[in-house]
Each structure stands twice: as structure tokens, then as C-alpha cells.
């Protein structure tokens, strides 16, 4: 049946009473048709945005859930749980271009500046046609390695005295158990820098013509370290006495089949790796105080205690009229007992042993006014601490917003964090302490916006209680605004605990802390780690390394 069109409103003038009735009538159909179709669709628009709403929440829940069971797996398996966010970007995002800086100029190209280092010259002939006329020589450099065994045989004159001792002449230095220097450098950097694993080293010598076992190569390894081990230690002393600052974090590492802890402590010339079972903050304490052994009862360790809130009868009770020094744990302890502390209740005996400690480290020198940046680790928090912006900002990433709002107001508020970490890091470059209240009211306004959405609001005013330490940087301008030193250095340390796995003896354990220390150390001051080593076993003829701490203070 065809549908009965209505007349057209055109020529409304030449239509009838009835006509112009039924033409308004049609009007009014179509209009509440459309009505009608509109709130249709508004409703499902509306129950569009309800699903999808919900759908968010349950893709919140499900990366939640999927997180939770990513970390009881990799706690059933005793592995660090993974991080559920990738890596923020903002310190590579918010640094200068290369177009806001003054072109580099290319190094001019010519010889090469090892060719004043060759070690021999050889002579290539051809036969020419008769006739030819020689035209001089045509040089070109080739660098080559040469590894290969030798098997030396030192025939030592024995005499004996007319007192009847026996006198034998002396071996070579560096000779130990029938292997030579030589030998030990190479095992030493393969194994420390090269990353290669004891078995792999053992076929790689074996396959070049070198009789020896995998034993060997660990005694090689681990055993008579004691001067890397003193000069290690000395290091660790001078970047202390003499470094502005330290960047400090901490990774898991196995030793004789428990879980420790590899805390790594770093200035802008030295590295330090420390394993130890713990990474509390009297843990951390013990390696600030360096190769010490004391515990120091002064001004420092009272104003120690009165920042932790300790009982302020037991803190009068410690009191003296001069510093109380302490030779070690024994007996320092044995003294809190005579003044009648409980030196089994782990809680207060803690808060004093790190007293202790903050007053031997201020009795010998160390740390000073040493600004100590970190991720924010409770351990680290002592002295003039600073925090890391980039594990700050990413607190921020790992919000799971569940609504568009909620993902509008992270995006803003992230947005404003990345502009003042750029502020921050022009400021580095070119300081000026006038500037610096503008800095901290522009953090104000920042950490004191309320969204509505309560977890990002709960994360602004706990980043904003930490305002003195963000904001480190505007009363030292040298000191870096994250911890990115402190990972690159320790993912060495990673790198090797996944290849090699853990330690078994203590010999092994000190050897791949110094070792890996001391190989960072040499980058940092920009020293050949291989001559390094052929140095301090008295091999390294025309290549001789002054002692690091030397170095590093005469840098500070």
C-alpha cells in the first residue's frame, strides 16, 4: 500500500481547512518521531558510557589481578617482583633539544692517533715486470690481537749458606700456584667486565692451548685480592670524605643459597657494591661509616635520636660530658646494658646502634654535608637526603584511572610535573638563587591541586610533604635530579647476577663487589680497566695507574 504523502507546506495559502489540518497533524507525528528516536539514542548513549565505564573498572581489576599473581609467581620462585608500569620518559623528554644548543664541531678526520704505537714493520714485495720503476711504499695500519699459551720453564738457582739455610732465587711477581699475571689479568676482566661466566672461561683457555680447570680459574679469581680489597675500601673513603654527593640503591643477590641484598653506593667519580643479608637503614649506616669499626656516642648521635623521636629519658640517661668512642659492637653494647636498656628489644636497640653510627660517621669525617639521593627507600632516608623526581613522577604512572575524568585530570597533572622537571633542569645549567621561592610557590600550586580523584589527590599531598627534599636541588645545584647513576651502575651488577647466578664462599662474594666496583670506578675517572689490573699486578710497564683514592680526591 503506497504511503500517503502530505501536501507541501510551500503552498499553504491554496490549501483547504482539512488539508492544512492534516499537514499539521503529519508535522506533529514527525516531530515526536523524532523526539522519540533522540531519546532512543540518548539512552543508549547513556548505557554506552555506563558499560564502558564499567568496563574500565573491571580492566583495572584484571591488571591488578594480573600483577598480584606476576608477583606471587615471582615470589614462589624467589625472584624480585616486576615493575607493572614501563619506564616514564621524562627525563629523556625533557631535555634540551638539539636545536636549542650550539652546533657541535665534527672532529677533523686524518690519521689515526694510535699509529705512533706500532709495534713492528713489515716489508711486502712483488715481483714486477722488467721495466717497472718503483715508486716508494704505500702504508696501511692493521691491528691485530696475538693470544696464545706459553709454558715458561724457571730453572731457580739453590744455594746454601755456610750456616746451612737454603737460599732459592725468587719467582717472577704476579706468579701464583704455576699460573702467571698475564693469565690472572685476563681472567680478571673477562670474568668482571667481559661478564664471562667460570665455565666458559675455563673452555675459551682450554680451546687456546692453556691447560687448566675450573678450580684454578676460581682460586684466580677470588683468592690473594687483598691489595684490590684495601684500595676498594680506601675508595669507598675518599668519595665519602670528598663527594657533594652520592646516589644510593639497592638489588637483590644470592649468596650460599640465601636472598642478600648488593647496596650500591655512587658519587660523580666512584662506585661501591656491598652485599650484605640486610637492607635496613642500620645496614646502610654501617657502610657510610666505611672500613670503621667504632661506635661514637656525640652531638650527632643525640641529634640523631631526637629526629627519630627517641625516649628523651633514655637519651638523657646516654648523656655525657664528653663523646664516648667505642671500639665495636661488643662493648657499645655492653654499655646501653650497665644503663640498664633492654639490648634485646630490636625496636630501641635499633634506633641507638644507628645513633652509634651516625656519631662514629660524623666522629672520622664522613659524609659532612653530602647530599644523598635516593628512591625514596626508607633505609636512605638519613642525613641531607634528596629524592629521585623520576621514581617520584612515577608513582603517577602507576595510577590506573577509571574513568575518562579520572584519565583527564592524571594526563594534567602529569603534564604540569614534566614542565617543572624541565624547569628544574634548566636551572641546573644555569643557576640562579633568586629564582628559587618561585620555584617552591610553582610546587604549591602544583602538589596542592584537588582533582576529585581521590587516589591522585591522596599521591599530591604525600609528594607535597616531601616538598624539602624534591627541591634539594634549588640549594644544590649540582646534585642530580634521580637515581638513573645508581641503576645504570647496578644493572652491572644484575647483568652478572643472571649470567653467573650467586656466590658460594665469602672469597667469591668480596671479589665480585670489589671487582665490579673498582672496573665502575676506572669508567668514571676514565681509566683503562685492563691496564689498571696489569698495574697493580706488576705487569703494566709504561702504563702505570696512580691509586684511585688519589684520584678521586684530587678531583673533588
Not at 607493572?84 to 665534527?106: E, I, V, Y
Not at 714485495?125 to 699459551?149: C, E, M, T, W
Not at 634548566?426 to 581521590?454: C, H, M, V, W
Request: net charge positive; proline share 5%.
Amino acid at each position: 500500500m503506497a504511503k500517503k504523502r502530505l501536501p507541501s507546506p510551500e503552498h499553504a495559502d491554496t490549501l483547504s481547512l482539512n488539508a492544512l489540518r492534516s499537514l499539521v497533524t503529519g508535522l506533529l507525528e514527525r516531530s515526536q518521531q523524532a523526539e522519540a528516536r533522540l531519546e532512543k539514542r540518548e539512552v543508549h548513549n547513556i548505557q554506552l558510557r555506563e558499560e564502558n565505564a564499567a568496563l574500565r573498572l573491571d580492566n583495572t581489576r584484571l591488571k591488578l589481578e594480573n600483577q598480584r599473581l606476576r608477583d606471587e609467581i615471582a615470589r614462589l620462585k624467589n625472584l624480585p617482583p616486576r615493575p607493572p608500569f614501563r619506564a616514564s620518559g621524562m627525563d629523556k623528554a625533557t631535555d634540551s633539544k638539539p636545536g636549542d644548543q650550539q652546533p657541535s664541531k665534527k672532529k677533523p678526520r686524518g690519521p689515526k692517533l694510535d699509529v705512533k704505537r706500532v709495534s713492528r714493520q713489515e716489508i711486502l714485495r712483488i715481483n714486477a715486470p722488467a721495466g717497472s720503476r718503483f715508486k716508494g711504499y704505500k702504508s696501511v695500519y692493521v691491528r691485530d690481537l696475538v693470544l696464545k699459551a706459553e709454558l715458561v720453564h724457571y730453572r731457580r738457582e739453590c744455594w746454601v749458606t755456610p750456616d746451612g739455610k737454603t737460599v732459592l732465587a725468587a719467582l717472577p711477581a704476579g706468579i701464583i700456584g704455576g699460573y702467571g699475571a698475564n693469565l690472572r689479568r685476563l681472567c680478571l676482566m673477562l670474568h668482571a667486565q667481559g661478564q664471562v661466566t667460570t665455565a666458559r672461561l675455563t673452555t675459551l683457555l682450554n680451546d687456546i692451548g692453556l691447560d687448566i680447570s675450573k678450580r684454578q680459574i676460581v682460586r684466580l679469581l677470588t683468592r690473594q685480592l687483598d691489595g684490590f680489597v684495601a684500595e676498594d675500601a680506601a675508595v669507598l673513603h675518599a668519595g665519602l670524605v670528598s663527594s657533594s654527593y652520592v646516589t644510593v640503591d639497592d638489588t637483590g643477590a644470592r649468596h650460599s643459597h640465601n636472598p642478600c641484598y648488593a647496596t650500591h653506593i655512587g658519587g660523580p667519580n666512584f662506585t661501591v657494591f656491598r652485599t650484605t643479608k640486610s637492607k635496613s637503614r642500620l645496614n646502610f649506616l654501617s657502610l657510610l661509616r666505611g672500613g670503621y669499626q667504632d661506635y661514637v656516642l656525640n652531638d650527632a648521635a643525640f641529634e640523631y635520636l631526637k629526629e627519630r623521636r627517641a625516649d628523651a629519658a633514655v637519651t638523657a640517661g646516654l648523656r655525657a660530658l664528653e663523646p664516648q668512642r667505642f671500639c665495636n659492637q661488643v662493648p657499645f653494647l655492653a654499655h646501653l646494658a650497665d644503663k640498664g636498656i633492654n639490648i634485646f628489644d630490636r625496636q630501641e636497640i635499633g634506633t641507638l646502634a644507628e645513633a652509634g653510627l651516625w656519631g662514629a660517621i660524623r666522629h672520622h669525617g664522613l659524609v659532612g654535608n653530602m647530599v644523598i639521593v635516593s628512591d625514596d627507600a626508607g633505609q636512605f632516608r638519613v642525613g641531607n637526603h634528596a629524592l629521585c623526581w623520576v621514581h617520584g613522577e612515577r608513582l603517577l604512572q602507576k595510577l590506573m584511572p577509571a574513568t575518562a575524568k579520572e584519565e583527564r585530570m592524571l594526563t594534567m597533572v602529569r603534564d604540569l610535573v614534566w614542565r617543572f622537571y624541565k624547569a628544574l633542569k634548566a636551572y641546573k645549567q644555569n643557576p640562579y638563587p633568586q629564582s628559587a621561592p618561585a620555584f617552591r610557590r610553582r610546587f604549591d600550586r602544583i602538589f596542592t591541586l584537588r582533582t576529585g580523584y581521590e587516589a591522585l589527590d591522596k599521591l599530591l599531598e604525600r609528594l607535597h610533604r616531601r616538598k624539602n627534599e624534591l627541591l634539594k636541588v634549588l640549594e644544590h645545584p649540582d646534585i642530580p635530579l634521580h637515581t638513573n647513576a645508581s641503576e645504570n651502575d647496578l644493572r652491572t651488577f644484575v647483568t652478572k647476577r643472571k649470567i653467573s647466578g650467586g656466590t658460594m664462599s665469602e672469597d667469591g662474594r668480596v671479589a665480585r663487589d670489589v671487582m665490579l666496583g673498582l672496573m665502575k670506578t676506572c669508567q668514571k675517572l676514565g681509566l683503562s680497566f685492563y691496564h689498571f689490573l696489569g698495574d697493580r699486578l706488576g705487569i703494566g710497564k709504561g702504563h702505570a695507574v696512580p691509586p684511585l683514592p688519589a684520584i678521586i680526591l684530587a678531583r673533588a
